[in-house]
């Protein structure tokens, strides 16, 4: 692990703007346009404050809509932050819900084209990714020119995954998206965090699941109401994040 | 990142997507891409064999009513598509980090290539139904284009309220007939009585029809009164797009 910060968040507050109901929210609306106020605020981050080092690889623990997936869309450039300072050294990868992009109509081969054009790869990238991701997926070549409505849940699975780990990003931002494929798949996905883990990659991990944390991870915190309650070693914030739940 | 960069990445995204989408329409259909043609050629039978009827003796009328069919059918699948296209891709928009505009740009980007794809056999027809073709012909490149602009801009303006209210959706297929019958297109806009005609004009799509039946069914320049209008109503509805859409975006992961 180095000493260098790979992530820096100090003082974010990132807001949802969420429309009304019915009529009157409506007019409302249409009658503000140009104006700021159109929509109704709710502040799901409140002043966050967080620095993960290179390498690292990095527990996010929480209830259920204390903010841990906005925090992971925020990083990953997906929200803009209503104020504070949002600094990233490096590519990010969001492993946040496999399978966003695939396209059921069409062949595996014509989703790993689209999807990979999606995640930023282009020209001999992309046609290197083809082979890896292929690889990796274990799909044939009859599976991969087949229309992906056919796929089983697991090899949509298999697929979807293969395509979001397909290069070595320098940050891995995962959002319990691991629990996909069968046995033997599960194994490949959990060596190829490691893999990216040994390449120095950082990551940051997001589960409920503190045995997966514990293999993973070293160092952690915990989410509560937007604002970071517990930070440290993996151990003590996993303590910190069951007692939560005892009172 | 450069702007150069950007636009070149954004190309890319667009064009990836807008190919996908055409693929994807008609991917399972048989007759395939025919069906864009098939559309309006329908509606040419049924507009022949009635209205031909009722306005008598018009020259040409076939031609008239697939210039306006033509052209409706390009609007109305357009806007179909782009005011769906931010919650189409709603998983998209919350998962990987893209610019969003992408969408109803990929959206209108996909219409507007069948559009061009299905002119070749329609201008075929045209000719079959008496279209000359001049130098005053070749103005219908520019007019389409600036016909893409608006439809662009005004599919962004409603896609963008469409993500916090559904009714836009809705509220565009309900009124879509009407403004079809509200818009000359089966019949002649000279038919129009004078007392009705400032209404009539207040419909954007009424100054397109004219644009396009200048140049290719009366073979003349459009007036500078058509040409300001039209340009006018593309940049107004482009820039009111863009506009609306950047001040809205930042709520459609929470809305999605």
Redesign the interface.
């Known amino acids: 692990m180095g000493t260098e910060s790979v992530i820096t968040v100090k003082d974010l507050y990132v807001n949802f703007w969420i429309s009304g109901t019915g009529i009157n929210s409506f007019k409302d609306v249409v009658m503000s346009i140009g104006k700021q106020k159109a929509l109704e605020k709710k502040q799901v981050l409140k002043g966050l404050n967080l620095e993960i080092k290179r390498g690292e690889c990095f527990a996010l623990m929480g209830k259920n809509g204390s903010g841990k997936s906005t925090l992971l869309r925020t990083l990953a450039g997906i929200i803009t932050p209503e104020s504070g300072a949002i600094e990233i050294k490096g590519s990010v990868a969001p492993l946040l819900t496999i399978g966003a992009g695939l396209e059921y109509e069409l062949s595996g081969y014509e989703n790993i084209k689209i999807v990979g054009t999606l995640i930023g790869l282009r020209g001999a990238e992309l046609k290197a990714a083809v082979q890896t991701i292929k690889d990796f997926s274990e799909l044939s070549d009859t599976d991969l020119n087949m229309q992906i409505k056919r796929y089983s849940a697991g090899m949509m699975a298999r697929l979807a995954f293969s395509i979001s780990v397909c290069r070595i990003p320098d940050i891995l931002i995962v959002d319990e998206a691991l629990s996909v494929g069968d046995q033997g798949f599960q194994v490949k996905c959990a060596d190829r965090i490691n893999e990216m883990k040994a390449a120095g990659t950082t990551i940051i991990y997001v589960s409920h699941s503190l045995t997966e944390l514990k293999r993973i991870c070293t160092r952690g915190a915990c989410l509560e109401n937007g604002q970071i309650a517990k930070i440290g070693p993996i151990d003590e914030v996993g303590e910190y994040y069951t007692q939560s739940f005892l009172h | 990142m450069s702007i150069a960069f950007k636009l070149q990445n954004l190309y890319?995204?667009v064009y990836?997507?807008g190919l996908?989408n055409i693929?994807?329409k008609y991917?399972?259909s048989v007759l395939g891409f025919m069906w864009s043609m098939l559309h309006p050629l329908a509606y040419l039978v049924i507009f022949v064999f009635v209205f031909s009827q009722a306005f008598g003796t018009i020259e040409r009328y076939p031609l008239y009513a697939l210039i306006g069919l033509v052209f409706w059918t390009y609007f109305n699948n357009s806007m179909n598509q782009i005011i769906q296209s931010i919650i189409n891709n709603g998983?998209?928009?919350?998962?990987?980090?893209?610019p969003n505009i992408l969408f109803p740009l990929s959206a209108a980007f996909a219409e507007f290539v069948t559009l061009l794809l299905s002119l070749i056999p329609f201008v075929g027809l045209m000719l079959f139904f008496g279209l000359n073709l001049s130098a005053v012909s070749l103005l219908i490149i520019p007019a389409i284009l600036v016909f893409g602009i608006f439809t662009f801009g005004v599919g962004t303006f409603l896609a963008t309220?469409n993500v916090?209210?559904r009714?836009v959706g809705i509220l565009w297929n309900t009124l879509a007939p009407a403004l079809f019958y509200f818009t000359p297109i089966a019949y002649l806009s000279n038919l129009i009585p004078e007392k009705y005609l400032v209404f009539v004009k207040l419909n954007p799509l009424y100054h397109f029809m004219v644009l396009f039946r200048d140049i290719l069914f009366y073979n003349q320049m459009p007036s500078a009164n058509t040409l300001f209008i039209t340009c006018s109503l593309a940049t107004v509805m482009f820039v009111l797009g863009l506009?609306?859409f950047n001040?809205?975006k930042?709520?459609f992961?929470?809305?999605l």
């Open positions: 890319t995204l990836t997507i996908k693929k994807v991917k399972n998983s998209i928009i919350k998962t990987i980090a893209l309220f916090f209210f009714d506009f609306v001040r809205y930042r709520g992961v929470s809305n």
